[in-house]
């Protein structure tokens, strides 16, 4: 493993509890379930109002390639400036540019003059937000927690944040949305208002100290250089990058596919909520029980049951337009699919140095999500050639091809990377 140069300097915070996950980790946790629920809302809120401006496929899905494209563009400056400043800092500068963006809009709504080309505008600074707080709240962790306790503390904050976002917040945006659309906006600019508040009860100090000063362009490089030359990361983000522009692809279209009684499956828009929950069920029920499925499967064959998890769910809707047989599939699936992030993100940070975790953090995540917005554009482009139901069963196909990484992603790679990040502690 290469790219380290020197020794991590941590004093820029307090020390982890290592008795605990402490009360710190907890205001975090509190800030991050209410900062979720404001995302999870608005995630569902944006497309079903931009089905009211139109029924375009390629429109529509543009609203959730505008959202992620920042992914692609303004990820690794995220990441370096993680690592620049507080990283607590720069979560609370994210949420009040979220409340202040979709609180704006929520205005607009209410005297009718919104537009589609205005909602991709909002989703795109909605999704520079996302980078800067994402990314310095993933970094953040290993200086409120020890690293033994990385799997549990990021396995608590999984569970509330997908049932926030996918369990709780789908639902509510449905509810929201056939309220008023106004009403729909601006539930999640006080959300995102409350979390600023949790946030600034998480004490301490969290810059990492720099011992000598560089420029942007020169640390981006640094954390590409490391993430590239690491041949388990460098697969693992590739992996993550495909099943995103897979996901991104078919979640894109599924609105039109769900939603109304002439679609296929022919829900109402609290209904297709309902409907999404289910997949967020799995996701929360399998986070917190990660640890007990990995303990009993070993990380790699978990890893692989999570991609044909991952195929299934793409699938199904190509195969049935039952709801209950979706919903079903949806919730065994994301059992599964709760797995691995868990344990890719906790080895990600357990294996990465912390003055580089920001950059390592924004680069894999530049992979990983910078794909979304063409998978968002190319299920759009495949519903209009092909039709609908065809998306899923192209895609469903195409996620099978994942696992050839597990070539790579074997128990034994894992373990010698972990095992050359404990030496090179002990040496520093």
Same mark, same amino acid.
């Given at each position: 493993?290469?790219?380290?140069?020197?020794?991590?300097?941590?004093?820029?915070?307090?020390?982890?509890?290592?008795?605990?996950?402490?009360?710190?980790?907890?205001?975090?946790?509190?800030?991050?379930?209410?900062?979720?629920?404001?995302?999870?809302?608005?995630?569902?809120?944006?497309?079903?109002?931009?089905?009211?401006?139109?029924?375009?496929?390629?429109?529509?899905?543009?609203?959730?390639?505008?959202?992620?494209?920042?992914?692609?563009?303004?990820?690794?400056?995220?990441? !370096?400036?993680?690592?620049?400043?507080?990283?607590?800092?720069?979560?609370?500068?994210?949420?009040?540019?979220?409340? +202040?963006?979709?609180?704006?809009?929520?205005?607009?709504?209410?005297?009718?003059?919104? =537009? %589609?080309?205005?909602?991709?505008?909002?989703?795109?600074?909605?999704?520079?937000?996302?980078?800067?707080?994402?990314?310095?709240?993933?970094?953040?962790?290993?200086?409120?927690? *020890?690293?033994?306790?990385?799997?549990?503390?990021?396995?608590?904050?999984?569970?509330?944040? $997908?049932?926030?976002?996918?369990?709780?917040?789908?639902? $509510?945006?449905?509810?929201?949305?056939?309220?008023?659309?106004?009403?729909?906006? !601006?539930?999640?600019?006080?959300?995102?208002?409350?979390?600023? +508040?949790?946030?600034?009860?998480?004490?301490?100090?969290?810059?990492?100290?720099?011992?000598?000063?560089?420029?942007?362009?020169?640390?981006?490089?640094?954390?590409?250089?490391?993430?590239?030359?690491?041949?388990?990361?460098?697969?693992?983000?590739?992996?993550?990058?495909? =099943?995103?522009?897979?996901?991104?692809? %078919?979640?894109?279209?599924?609105?039109?596919?769900?939603?109304?009684?002439?679609?296929?499956?022919?829900?109402?828009?609290?209904?297709?909520?309902?409907?999404?929950?289910?997949?967020?069920?799995?996701?929360? $029920?399998? =986070?917190?029980?990660?640890?007990?499925?990995?303990?009993?499967?070993?990380?790699?064959?978990?890893?692989?049951?999570?991609?044909?998890?991952? !195929?299934?769910?793409?699938?199904?809707?190509?195969?049935?337009?039952?709801?209950?047989?979706?919903?079903?599939?949806?919730?065994?699936?994301?059992?599964?699919?709760? *797995?691995?992030?868990?344990?890719?993100?906790?080895?990600?940070?357990?294996?990465?140095?912390?003055?580089?975790?920001?950059?390592?953090?924004?680069?894999?995540?530049?992979?990983?999500?910078?794909?979304?917005?063409?998978?968002?554009?190319?299920?759009?482009?495949?519903?209009?050639?092909?039709?609908?139901?065809?998306?899923?069963? %192209?895609?469903? =196909?195409?996620?099978?091809?994942?696992?050839?990484?597990?070539?790579?992603?074997?128990? +034994?790679? %894992?373990?010698?990377?972990?095992?050359?990040?404990?030496?090179?502690?002990?040496?520093?």
């Amino acid at each position: 493993m290469t790219g380290v140069e020197e020794p991590v300097r941590t004093d820029a915070s307090p020390r982890p509890d290592e008795s605990g996950l402490g009360g710190r980790f907890w205001r975090l946790w509190s800030a991050s379930a209410v900062s979720n629920l404001a995302d999870g809302i608005v995630k569902i809120a944006l497309p079903l109002v931009a089905v009211g401006y139109t029924r375009s496929p390629v429109l529509v899905a543009g609203v959730a390639a505008a959202y992620s494209l920042p992914w692609l563009l303004f990820a690794l400056p995220a990441g !370096a400036l993680a690592d620049r400043l507080d990283r607590r800092q720069v979560m609370l500068a994210a949420n009040t540019l979220r409340a +202040a963006l979709i609180g704006a809009l929520a205005l607009v709504a209410a005297f009718d003059a919104g =537009s %589609i080309w205005l909602l991709y505008l909002v989703a795109l600074g909605l999704g520079v937000a996302e980078t800067l707080y994402d990314t310095s709240a993933q970094s953040i962790l290993p200086q409120v927690v *020890t690293r033994d306790q990385l799997p549990r503390a990021n396995g608590r904050l999984a569970a509330v944040e $997908l049932a926030a976002n996918q369990f709780v917040g789908p639902p $509510l945006a449905g509810f929201l949305v056939a309220a008023g659309v106004a009403l729909a906006l !601006a539930g999640p600019a006080v959300l995102w208002a409350v979390a600023v +508040a949790a946030l600034l009860l998480v004490a301490g100090r969290f810059r990492i100290e720099r011992d000598a000063p560089t420029t942007m362009r020169a640390d981006i490089v640094e954390g590409l250089r490391f993430l590239w030359r690491h041949r388990l990361l460098r697969t693992l983000a590739t992996m993550v990058g495909t =099943s995103n522009f897979i996901t991104s692809g %078919i979640f894109a279209v599924l609105v039109l596919y769900a939603v109304g009684p002439d679609s296929a499956i022919g829900l109402t828009e609290p209904g297709y909520g309902v409907l999404l929950t289910t997949i967020a069920a799995g996701i929360v $029920l399998g =986070s917190v029980a990660t640890a007990q499925i990995e303990q009993r499967l070993g990380r790699s064959r978990t890893l692989a049951l999570s991609v044909l998890a991952m !195929a299934a769910v793409v699938g199904v809707p190509a195969l049935s337009t039952n709801p209950f047989v979706i919903g079903t599939v949806f919730f065994a699936g994301g059992i599964l699919l709760a *797995t691995w992030n868990v344990i890719t993100i906790s080895l990600r940070q357990r294996i990465t140095p912390d003055r580089l975790l920001g950059r390592v953090n924004s680069g894999y995540r530049m992979l990983a999500w910078g794909s979304m917005p063409a998978g968002a554009l190319v299920g759009g482009l495949l519903a209009e050639a092909f039709g609908l139901r065809a998306v899923f069963a %192209i895609l469903g =196909s195409l996620t099978l091809t994942l696992l050839l990484g597990m070539f790579v992603v074997t128990d +034994a790679n %894992i373990d010698a990377a972990e095992r050359d990040t404990t030496e090179r502690d002990a040496a520093n």
